[in-house]
């Protein structure tokens, strides 16, 4: 049998690596990383590893399936679509077009064959009602690029392999592999980074990360708006703002500086954990480092006040000159722009959820709201819900709730790969084909990336006959939809098209030579863009968004008081995880058990509890079952659990995860506790309280 080698980029999470995929005959028998990408120079984790067994998995579905009393049944695909496409329009015809929802996970984001086609079925559906992983995630970054810049992609990103001074608050990249920082291999450019300046991490944890800092400060959970408005008012002292660059383009700056500097930071040190003076060190050497920028990742957006923290990031790098800046940070001008003419650039508020009246954000309710607007009777009431990708049930706050709500739906279909926490309530699951029979371009994660690159990654093995790619089952079940409604459809063409169509209109690209790059092109490094792609309606940078200014008040009547005996609960990640869905691959879950609640050896003694002992942990909302293990990397009064555990319910058909031990953070996070201006989910500082489990 001949070998070959084929490549592509790793989908499974930012990085986006090169992936060198070897083949013996027809039969995929290893991976590596592809040492000829530019970008991600041979770079691989665990997890792109894993592929093998995702592609292997006995268990992953490749045919639609129908739940029946008598268990899953496979049904043709032309049956599939129409069951769907009659059912989402019979309730809708019940009960109103939001009563179909719709919920999007992470992978979507991932995959070509979703995120460039599920907008026109959501748009066909016409509901209020649509939900997505983004709104437990970066949703704060999204809307303070909204507010300030004029469109929710027009990020800043670090400019990690030029800056000589990083402060990074609530990230943890070297297991995460970096997040809004498509930078793969980052523990090698963070520790060239030390090598030629600093770094300084922010994290209630000694991380991975922290641990190959310069210098790393243990800050109280949710106690980051604080630290990031002592260092605006430091500056202020320091010396004038570095404006030069930003002349005629600022809006409002003055007013939010001075909204900043009236704040009252008395009891700083209480509510963040570091001393007034490690502070105002660290604003001196932001102010003094010729390049440097500022960084929070979901750390910082999955809290009370993860807007205001976004936006006073956004106003630190601003005021020392780094905004928009080699060195400092830059969007990435995409050669498939996902920015400008024809994009979603969001909106607020332009209506809001039935029950809580949260707003909207760019066409979005917070999916902390979902299972109410299941449960809640009236009109408007979801009766009927679509899932692609996502795992709700394990993934967002009060996940018990939703598990018992999707019990209640007239109909569910799912676009997944696994019969999952969430899918196993379907009444219909599409799986896609593998993602390696497809043509995929990035068109977010190139857009996190820390220099220009392009990848049109080509098929590596054919497409089965029997099975459907992505975006043949997002067609599909719009034009049964539309059928069944008497809609118009018009399914989009196919991907190498599209992607072709994409490169070809913006025209700042090759095309053949994108097409022919078996292992992407490198296009350099970030240049400033952003002063020239505002989309703000005054065309300049909005440094003082309305409803920020406005949120600085509930800010400042916050005493961030705890209750009594609690303890703060942070998560984690580790190498080999991904959120809730890979614990069925053997290469990712041997080896030690990763479940475990860490705590405090002070806080264990405090109770009465020992290193390895079985634990009941209570929050407002709910309570589990774990174990608990000794910790010398949180402070006292901080317990820390990864998501995406507790997969041991009825009917789930992933094997391997339902047979770990370890239960869901989000049995135990608030779906009340939000990021107010998003509506983002606050999953981290969640209150709890831990006692022994007698019996
Ligand atoms: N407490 C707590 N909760 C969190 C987080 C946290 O840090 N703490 N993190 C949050 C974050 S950042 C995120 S992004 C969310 C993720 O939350 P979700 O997106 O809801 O869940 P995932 O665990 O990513 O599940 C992805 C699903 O997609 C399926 N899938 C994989 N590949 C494909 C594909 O190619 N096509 C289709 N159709 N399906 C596929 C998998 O089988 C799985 O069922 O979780 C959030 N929840
Ligand atoms: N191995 C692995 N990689 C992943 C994923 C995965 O599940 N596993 N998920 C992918 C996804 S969808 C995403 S969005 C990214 C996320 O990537 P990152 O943003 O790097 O996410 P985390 O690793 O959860 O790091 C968040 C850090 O915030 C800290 N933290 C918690 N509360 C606070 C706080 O109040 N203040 C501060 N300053 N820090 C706090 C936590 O201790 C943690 O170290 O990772 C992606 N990569
Ligand atoms: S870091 Fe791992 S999971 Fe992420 S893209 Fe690279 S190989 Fe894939
Ligand atoms: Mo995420």
Redesign the pocket.
Known sequence: MSSSHRFRAC?LCEAICGLDFAFEGEQLTAIRGDSEDPFSRGHVCPKGNAILDLEADPERLRLPQRRTTKGWQTLSWDEAFDYAGEQLAAVQARHGPSAVAA??????V??FG?IAYLPALLRALKTRNVY???S???WPHQLVSWAMYGHQFLIPIVDIDHTDYLLMLGANPVASNG?LLTAPGIPKRLKALTRRGKLVVVDPRRTETAELATEHLAIRPGGDVWLLLALLQDLAEIGPPRLQAYAGHLQGFDQALQAIVDMDLGNLQSRTGIARETISTMASELHAAPRAAVYGR?GVS?QRYGSLCQWLIQLLNLYTGNLDRVGGVLPNDTVFPVTGPGTSKGHRDLWRSRVRGLPEFAGELPVSALAEEILTPGEGQVRALLT?????V????DGRELDRALESLEFMV?????V?E??RHADLI???TS?LSQHHLDLIFNAFAVRRIVRWNQPIYPQPEAERA?WQ?VNGLGAAYAKAAGKDWRGLPAPEQMIEGGLRRAGMVDVASVRSAEHGLDLGPLQPSLLRRLETDSGKIECAPEFLLADLQRLAADNGSMAEGALQLI?R?DARS????MHNAPRLIKGKARHQLWMHPQDLESRGLSDGQRVRVRSRIGQIDTEVQASDQLQPGVAC????FGHGRSDVGWSLAAALPGAS??DL?DPLDLDVPSGN?A??GTPVWVEALTG
């Open positions: 989908p919920y999007l996970g992470n992978p979507n991932h995959h979703h997505s992983a983004s437990v995630d970066q997040s979901m999955t692609s990708a996502g795992n709700p394990l993934s967002t706050p799912s676009i997944d790969i696994y999952n969430t899918t599409l799986p896609p993602f992505d089952i998560g990640r991904n959120n809730s869905w659990l990864p998501h995406g953070y989000n996070s989910a999953l981290n």
